[in-house]
């Protein structure tokens, strides 16, 4: 199976050598579940692909919000247009999945309950085929988000939710998954975002947001499902 990444950002300079680019943390993620993945990476912020030639493409998180004025997000999302018109699956994690809500008909916007960092867990409130195989009734990932998505599209079923984040997954008939939380993170990788943005989560969200980080989380069961739905020829 070939996937393509769009990726929609860079890690910071400083932390690319402990951690590795967006790139590297979704092929590990990935190819630990499937070491014989061919993945494609397009940095999305330089130009978008110029042909739709995977079987599916994965959207990555971004610092970056869906509803900034940035010259490389409407060819973005003209080309997630076309691959779905031309069958192809789309996964959105993060900016992915708030992409994927703010212009298919939703909407997303600055959280009023503010920051969503570290390890936050949502219900698994709809099951589906391709979570046959790895079966959770709640789901644990890394977080760090201070958008949401506050309205699906038309036609969206909502498969992850907690109280604090009503919207955290979604799928769109057979050709859209998304999630809210970072299965590609690590924890250590989400401690230095925390200590980075320390003065602007503020000292009761980063505190409690470091004291999650030795919760288990759950990326290898979100990774199976991503690939048991970009595989599956019915996801319903």
Not at 3 to 22: A, K, M, N
Not at 58 to 72: A, F, M, N, Q, R
Request: glycine letters at 8%.
């Amino acid at each position: 199976m070939r996937i393509g990444i769009l990726q929609t950002d860079h890690v910071r300079p400083q932390f690319v050598t402990r951690h590795g680019d967006y790139e590297d943390m979704f092929a590990s993620l990935l190819l630990s579940e499937a070491p014989d993945l061919d993945l494609v990476i397009y940095d999305v912020q330089k130009s978008v692909p110029e042909t739709i030639d995977c079987d599916g493409y994965l959207i990555t998180g971004s610092k970056d919000s869906v509803y900034d004025d940035l010259p490389w997000i409407m060819p973005l999302v003209d080309f997630v247009k076309a691959s779905l018109a031309a069958g192809k699956k789309v996964i959105g994690v993060c900016f992915g999945h708030q992409l994927m809500a703010h212009f298919f008909g939703g909407r997303v916007a600055a959280a009023n309950k503010g920051w969503g960092v570290g390890v936050h867990t949502s219900d698994v409130c709809r099951r589906y085929p391709w979570m046959a195989d790895r079966p959770l009734q709640q789901l644990s990932l890394l977080s760090s988000h201070k958008d949401q998505v506050m309205e699906l599209p038309d036609g969206a079923q909502v498969y992850l939710a907690s109280d604090f984040c009503p919207l955290a997954g979604f799928i769109q008939g057979v050709q859209v998954l998304t999630v809210q939380g970072h299965p590609e993170f690590s924890a250590p990788y989400a401690a230095d975002l925390m200590d980075l943005r320390a003065e602007i989560l503020g000292e009761p969200v980063y505190q409690a947001g470091k004291k999650s980080l030795s919760k288990p989380t759950q990326s290898a069961v979100m990774a199976r499902w991503m690939l048991n739905f970009m595989a599956a020829h019915e996801c319903e």
